[in-house]
């Protein structure tokens, strides 16, 4: 077997159904999982409409660009959501469709990372999407941990990173807005990186997913390839975007998604796919077609979860130091104590809520202390009645306390 397989930690949801194997919460109470990012509004009827109707599409195999209408689609998405010039983006070269973001963010980095060079590093935020630090490793490069704290308001500083490392860097991952914290990253912040990136000749992989879920429909986050152009970088040198369907139109399980920017690097991400890839079903194309198509579910979305939000907050803010997100649907709960996983066993045990603890979310850098220490997230995708009874009972939990 690899051997770097040995250097994977255990998955986050492994650890959390680890720690709370032998505790028997109280049954009188219902179980409310806030731990899993998992949407829970049922996906617009046209979703399960255009399966159907295109059901007979399994028997001829798809191609792994997909097919065109699904790419002038995409096309048509990014250009209208971040006011990019439409001759900016060929549909041939600059747009690939994948399944699900999550496959696409590891599989990237295989092709992506010239590991003949010695030591290549990729840098990632601290707390992350665990996928960074797999496909690092597993591509025989180091992670490097920016760690995003209240501190730097939970942004990476890259003026901290070493000017020896960016000789080094290869990819740098960012998620914006950010898993878990919620943080979107600033214009400013933007362009900080893209001069490093241009100067130093390393990767930007954009993780975008949470970009569709946010609390003023009057400044909806902004972009990478739109901060690109807008930087004058306008064939998108060293940018990669990934977006997935997942988040934005309540069909995790559809496997949708795709990847857009550099079209060097998506010509090297192609043949690699070629190998590795599975193409996406016809028939999840054909859904996926209408979903990029249509915004009024997107919005009805963004309300639920504003809803949410203002009702959890309204209950929790007497007791925690929180505030509202920018974006995503989690909340990044600082808590009155530094052990998060007792926090997590213990609201368990006695009011049957299930919350990650933060510190499954990070690593230790520098010290004995990881950023996620001392903070649960919580994902408001259950329904608006169980996250405001989740929040009453953490709230009682906490007086108690």
């Given at each position: 077997m690899n051997p770097k397989l040995d250097a994977l930690k255990l998955y986050p949801f492994e650890r959390l159904s680890s720690l709370l194997d032998r505790i028997h919460p109280p049954t009188?109470?219902?179980?409310?999982?806030?731990?899993?990012?998992?949407?829970?509004?049922?996906?617009?009827?046209?979703?399960?409409?255009?399966?159907?109707?295109?059901?007979?599409?399994?028997?001829?195999?798809?191609?792994?660009?997909?097919?065109?209408e699904l790419r002038e689609t995409i096309k048509s998405w990014l250009v209208k959501r971040y006011k990019l010039n439409p001759d900016s983006l060929n549909v041939e070269t600059q747009i690939l469709p994948v399944n699900g973001s999550r496959e696409a963010l590891f599989s990237f980095t295989q092709a992506c990372l010239d590991v003949s060079?010695?030591?290549?590093?990729?840098?990632m935020p601290n707390p992350f999407y665990q996928i960074y630090e797999g496909a690092a490793i597993l591509a025989n490069a180091t992670p490097v941990f920016l760690a995003t704290t209240e501190e730097n308001d939970f942004l990476p500083d890259f003026s901290l990173v070493p000017g020896s490392f960016w000789d080094d860097c290869?990819?740098?991952y960012i998620c914006s807005p950010g898993n878990p914290t919620g943080k979107v990253f600033t214009r400013q912040k933007y362009y900080e990186l893209l001069t490093l990136s241009l100067k130093h000749d390393f990767v930007i992989a954009a993780d975008e997913c949470y970009s569709e879920i946010y609390q003023n429909e009057k400044f909806p986050p902004i972009g990478?390839?739109?901060?690109?152009?807008?930087f004058g970088n306008t064939d998108y040198k060293n940018?990669?975007?990934?977006?997935?369907?997942?988040?934005?139109?309540?069909?995790?399980?559809?496997?949708?998604?795709?990847?857009?920017?550099d079209e060097e690097l998506l010509k090297g991400f192609y043949?690699?796919?070629?190998?590795?890839?599975?193409?996406?079903p016809l028939p999840t194309q054909q859904a996926s077609i209408e979903c990029w198509k249509d915004e009024e579910h997107v919005l009805a979305n963004r309300e639920g979860y504003r809803k949410k939000f203002k009702e959890v907050y309204e209950i929790l803010s007497p007791v925690l130091e929180l505030d509202i997100p920018e974006a995503t649907f989690y909340?990044?709960?600082?808590?009155?104590?530094?052990?998060d996983e007792k926090f997590a066993q213990e609201l368990f045990r006695t009011q049957n809520v299930i919350v990650l603890p933060g510190s499954y979310l990070s690593r230790?850098?520098?010290?004995?202390?990881?950023?996620?220490?001392?903070?649960?997230?919580?994902?408001?995708?259950?329904?608006?009645?169980d996250c405001i009874k989740a929040a009453k009972r953490i709230r009682s939990f906490i007086q108690a306390m």
């Open positions: 009188q109470l219902n179980q409310i999982d806030l731990s899993i990012g998992e949407p829970k509004y049922l996906p617009s009827s046209f979703v399960r409409s255009k399966l159907q109707e295109n059901v007979n599409l399994i028997q001829h195999y798809p191609t792994l660009r997909g097919s065109v060079k010695k030591d290549p590093l990729v840098l290869q990819m740098v990478l390839l739109e901060i690109a152009q807008d940018c990669i975007v990934f977006h997935s369907l997942s988040k934005r139109s309540n069909v995790p399980g559809l496997r949708s998604g795709f990847v857009a920017g043949k690699y796919r070629t190998y590795h890839g599975n193409s996406m909340l990044w709960l600082k808590l009155p104590m530094d052990d230790i850098t520098g010290g004995n202390r990881s950023p996620g220490s001392g903070y649960v997230r919580l994902a408001l995708v259950a329904s608006l009645e």
